[in-house]
């Protein structure tokens, strides 16, 4: 209950700070396992010029990041996120990348889904096939 009571605080503080500050706010979802990847994803998209907020739900794997729209979009914050090892729907990090998080932080990748010119797309690790 306290952990939903203190979830909920941090969305409204997370509003606010959007609304106020004239942010837009966009969901997206980041592939990630642990706490970890939650401050390493978070920390990704909040060193992004314009980025006001940024906050991971580890359960559902979305991010909130509240930004200003004229300095930057959500393509440029997703990239910044896959640069740091995670895949999200519209970019996947690069294996060099991927392969630098700590072994708690690498997630089944071939169950990844990355959306190409609005069509969804199963991306598969062929390096483990036969």
């Known amino acids: 209950m306290k952990t939903k009571n203190l979830s909920l605080a941090a969305f409204f503080m997370f509003v606010l700070v959007a609304v ?8 997206v979802k980041v592939y990630g396992n642990c706490d970890m990847c939650k401050t390493r994803i978070e920390k990704a ?10 906050n991971r739900d580890k359960k ?8 200003d729209d004229s300095k930057t979009d959500v393509d ?5 996120i896959a640069k740091a ?3 999200t729907e519209m970019h996947k990090a690069t294996d060099e990348a991927y ?14 889904e990355t959306k190409m010119d609005g069509k969804m797309d199963m991306k598969m690790d062929h390096s483990k096939m036969h």
Do not use: W
């Open 20 to 27: 106020f500050a004239g942010n837009k706010v966009e969901k």
């Open 45 to 54: 998209a909040k060193a992004v010029d314009g980025v006001a907020s940024a």
């Open 60 to 67: 559902t794997k979305m991010i909130d990041i509240a930004f």
């Open 76 to 80: 440029k914050v997703e990239i910044a």
């Open 85 to 87: 090892g995670h895949d």
């Open 99 to 112: 392969s630098k998080l700590p072994s708690c932080c690498q997630y089944d990748r071939a169950k990844t």
